[in-house]
């Protein structure tokens, strides 16, 4: 099988990445800024590297060209690229809500839209999208990137019953606090505070979200979709 994963080059999409590849599929792996990176990993796992900004829709428009045109379309597509951004909800710029808007969840329903007809011609696809715990409890200092993470979730929901005749499953992980550069905007004390509020005790590993990606992705989960999967050591509930 074919897997696009988005935002590969570092975090929980090279995870995904490597435990895809592990089950022997294909993996595209993709990235924005860390080309270097994702070259390695798919030098590491035997994948190709896909370059585009999720943020520019004609990016993902050449980029999704690209893929048809060389692999007939993915069997599998993981909405992981993602960014974060901290602040009072005031005091966010006009642009950097945009931007936010634009990766977090226009780029994730246009890559979609892009790489869709060609599951439906096959009438088969497994689509796993990348939200949040704070997506589904809201997050003081982060309501755009909150935002973003519950449009996944709306967006999951709705493509799923529409495209389910189709083959296709569309399901969503929704991680808590995850060892990730994305954190690393939180200070030592404030990692130590989250770990503390995490029921199991400590925060998660970009392997454990790749687990239930994988589960989702895999051929033996056609009668699941339109579901939400917290991965979050029982934080945020
Ligand atoms: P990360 O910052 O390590 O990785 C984010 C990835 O997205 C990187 O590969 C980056 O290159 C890519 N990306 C960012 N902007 C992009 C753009 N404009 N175009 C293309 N790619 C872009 O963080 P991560 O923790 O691995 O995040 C992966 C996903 O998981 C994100 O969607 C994030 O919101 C979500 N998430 C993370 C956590 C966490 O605690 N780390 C929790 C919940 C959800």
Known sequence: MIALVTGASRGIGAAIARQLAAQGHTVLAHCCRNRERAEQLAAEIGGAVYVADMGSTAEIDRMAEEILRTYGGVDILVNNAG?????????????????????????????????????????????????????????????????????????????????????????????GVIDTDMNRIYDAETMAQLAAETPVGRIGTPEEVADAVCFFAGKNAGFITAQVLGINGGFGI
């Open 83 to 175: 960014i974060a951004l901290e602040g009072l909800y005031q005091s966010v710029s006009d642009g950097d809500a945009r931007r936010l808007f634009a990766v977090n969840i226009e780029g994730a329903m246009h890559c979609t839209k892009r790489l869709l007809p060609a599951m439906i011609a096959k009438h088969y696809g497994r689509i796993i999208n990348i939200s949040s715990v704070w997506g589904e409890v809201g997050a003081a200092c982060e309501v755009h990137y909150s935002a973003t993470k519950a449009a996944i979730i709306g967006f999951t929901k709705a493509l799923a019953k529409e495209v389910a005749p189709s083959g296709i499953t569309v399901n969503c992980v929704a991680p």
